[in-house]
């Protein structure tokens, strides 16, 4: 049964029930026929034996029997016996013609003969003339000449045609029932062996409609293969963008090292631009093994409780002087007595990466404003600057590693910042927002659980 499929075994399930029912449907009529035709068989029989009683008279001390009386009628035998069993006429079955019965009045009884066959045999005493007449009638057990035999003969087609009917339409609906399925697998097949995750599973139109189990099992694996793809793709745009980002600083230490080993003259410089570069480098590979590792998981919280009135501080201190050669103030509102249950390094990254970026976007002479507060059982961080802001379609895409918007492309800057931020976040239970207008500033709003939240 367990290699069966599905289809079949439903067919299989449901034939064996309908074979069971009309099984038992079969037998039933069976009995109640039989019955039936023997209660026939025994009311022509007593009938006739009456009908019969009623043709003899007697004449000179002799019984007579009326021409008219025949004595083998709609299968009933006829005989007439004087009052000492001896036969005056009549006719007897042959297949009984051995076996000598005796007389019961008005009793029907049932006598087989050596064949096997039933018979009834009803014997009734009348009075004719003051003289005691004997009538025996005689029926085979007409079962198989009744109507019902007729219906039970139709049924015996009838039925197990009617059964076959049911399987094959069963069969082709459930078939045509699970066909999406089988599009599904041949899809992922397909998939499986030459890897194009553009494929996609169809939906038919009846499906599609009824927005039957099919139709949303086809439409999840839609939507997973959309994911796969999606995820796929920037699987392969990360990769080609970090061997981009590696190729630069990589291609610069080769031609400055080439230059040093050529130029001792040149040989500070150049080391001094190899060593910048290694630097760059460095802290790029070190973004991305975070990145890796809080997509993996794998991001270890050396969570304690964390003062976030003090980060915001030491960080605002800490990017005052590059605000400054920009000619930007910062300026804070900060609410004491937030804390948070987090890892107080990555805190930092959070909230310096945000205020590195307001900075680095901001405009000159402009200014920041780092505000801390509580909402909700949140610490909320918010850094607004009035820099070059972002523009709508950039918005979304901010968040995606390497992602740079192309105004700031010139800026310093690897694109993941900001995707170090969410994952960040991300790892501590928290969230991010961001509001901006092209031209007039941004506003990047971080939420974190406050600790015993
Ligand atoms: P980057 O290293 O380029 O700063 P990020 O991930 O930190 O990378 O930021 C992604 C992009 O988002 C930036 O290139 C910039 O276009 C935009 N962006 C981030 N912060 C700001 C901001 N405060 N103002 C304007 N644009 C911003």
Redesign the pocket.
């Known amino acids: 049964m367990g290699k069966l499929s599905i289809t079949k075994r439903i067919t299989i399930w449901y034939t064996v029930f309908l074979l069971m029912i009309t099984g038992c449907v079969m037998a039933v009529l069976i009995y109640t026929g039989n019955l039936r035709a023997s209660e026939a068989a025994q009311e022509v029989l007593m009938e006739s034996v009456v009908d019969a009683s009623e043709e003899i008279g007697r004449f000179g001390g002799d019984f007579v029997v009326d021409d008219k009386l025949k004595f083998y009628d709609d299968g009933v035998y006829i005989s007439i016996y004087d009052g000492n069993g001896v036969l005056v006429e009549g006719r007897s079955p042959q297949e009984l013609s051995g076996t000598f019965l005796e007389f019961d009045d008005k009793e029907i009884r049932k006598q087989s003969d050596e064949a096997g066959e039933e018979w009834y045999v009803y014997d009734s005493l009348f009075e004719v003339d003051n003289q005691f007449v004997w009538v025996r009638g005689i029926v085979k057990d007409f079962a198989d000449r009744s109507a019902f035999s007729f219906v039970l003969r139709m049924a015996g087609i009838g039925f197990p045609g009617l059964v076959l009917v049911a399987a094959l339409g069963g069969h082709i609906i459930t078939r045509r029932g699970f066909r999406p399925v089988r599009d599904i697998i041949g899809t992922v097949e397909d998939i499986k062996s030459d890897g194009d995750l553009s494929r996609r599973v169809s939906i038919e139109k009846e499906h599609a409609e009824s927005r039957d189990e099919i139709h949303k099992l086809a439409v999840t694996f839609n939507e997973m293969f959309d994911k796969l793809e999606k995820s796929f793709e920037q699987e392969k745009q990360f990769t080609s963008d970090v061997s981009h980002e590696l190729r630069t600083p990589l291609a610069v230490i080769i031609s400055q090292s080439n230059y040093a080993m050529e130029d001792e003259e040149y040989r500070g410089k150049a080391l001094e631009t190899i060593n910048r570069e290694a630097n760059r480098m460095a802290s790029l590979v070190n973004r991305l093994l975070t990145l890796s590792r809080s997509d993996a998981g794998r991001l270890k919280l050396e969570k304690e409780l964390v003062d976030m009135a003090q980060i915001c501080n030491m960080v605002a201190e800490q990017q005052s002087i590059a605000a400054a050669e920009k000619s930007i103030v910062i300026e804070t509102d900060i609410e004491q007595d937030i804390i948070v249950n987090g890892d107080e390094a990555m805190i930092i990254r959070i909230i310096l990466?945000?205020m590195?970026?307001?900075v680095?976007?901001?405009r000159e002479g402009g200014k920041i404003k780092l505000s801390l507060s509580k909402e909700g059982g949140y610490a909320v961080c918010d850094?607004e600057?009035n820099?070059?802001?972002?523009a709508p379609d950039?918005l979304e895409r901010?968040?995606?590693?390497?992602?740079?918007?192309?105004?700031?492309?010139s800026?310093?800057?690897?694109?993941?910042?900001?995707?170090?931020?969410a994952s960040l976040v991300k790892a501590h239970g928290g969230n991010t927002q961001?509001s901006?207008n092209p031209g007039e500033?941004?506003c990047?709003k971080v939420y974190l659980p406050l600790a015993g939240n």
């Open positions: 990466n945000l590195d970026n307001a680095k976007y901001g850094i600057d820099g070059i802001g972002i950039d901010i968040w995606e590693r390497f992602y740079r918007a192309d105004a700031s492309r800026e310093e800057g690897s694109g993941l910042g900001l995707s170090i931020v961001v901006s500033g941004s990047f």
